[in-house]
């Protein structure tokens, strides 16, 4: 059900959001990341919602949906604005969204600080991680497959943002969107099971906060450094990228401690190897 209907409502909800012109913003300098001229809507995070409300109410399935909607809260309010939030008030919303997912799994101060922290950092790596098609979309299938209904629901997307293709310049039917991605986040966060597949996006946002510190930029700085984007620049198509990642992370999956520290080594390896000639 979770499956079904994000696969339905992503293309119904993107072909409304162009005729709206809620689209992926290229404004305030964004768009020398951001090379697709062509329009693509932000609408992943609203048909993951549906999805899993719909699949919740059908399977009388629990999720703590105070702090999935503030997640997605956010997200949306930065898909909409020109540019996105501002560093200091999407934070704020962030530590919103993490607090109210320590209240409702923490049983004391200190659980509940260490929950909302997580949280943020779990948001944080996750809309980091969405800078190619795919990407995060990958890396919430790998970490919530087995754990609920969150892994159908974004396997219900994921066809319509890495496969399906319009227009002249074969852009994606839609993008996660910051409202994806923080769902995402929010979703792993909520699984401390699954943080170990956090591993992979916050080595390459280390990365990418040195590099831009070097460069005398802001961590959060927007550009091409990513590790897909080091991929893409070798040649690799989108679906081989996401392929690449994705056995990275179905490493972690596995339940033997050794083999979570391998997959962690390796993906500081690829970070490191298809990042060392990063120079601004």
Known sequence: MAASVTLVATP???RLALRKGFVDSRESG???RKPRKSPVPPVGGLALLL????ASLTADVSLPWLPLTLAFGVGFVDDLRPGGLAPGAKILGQLGAGLALGLYMGDGGGE?????MAAVVAMNAANTFDCADGACTALG????AGRGIAAPALLGFLPWNLFARRGPERVPVAYLGDS???LVGMLIAARPDAWILLALPLL???RLSFLRLRAGRRPWHGDRLHLAHRLQQRGLGDVAVVSVLAMILLAGRLTDPWIESLAVSLGAFLVVVWGSRDRS
């Open 180 to 182: 994806g991605s923080h």
């Open 51 to 54: 999805g899993l409300a719909v």
């Open 12 to 14: 119904l909800l993107a």
């Open 30 to 32: 964004l768009a020398a």
């Open 204 to 206: 390459d946002l280390t």
């Open 112 to 116: 509940v600080a260490l929950i909302c």
């Open 141 to 144: 299938v790998m970490a919530l």
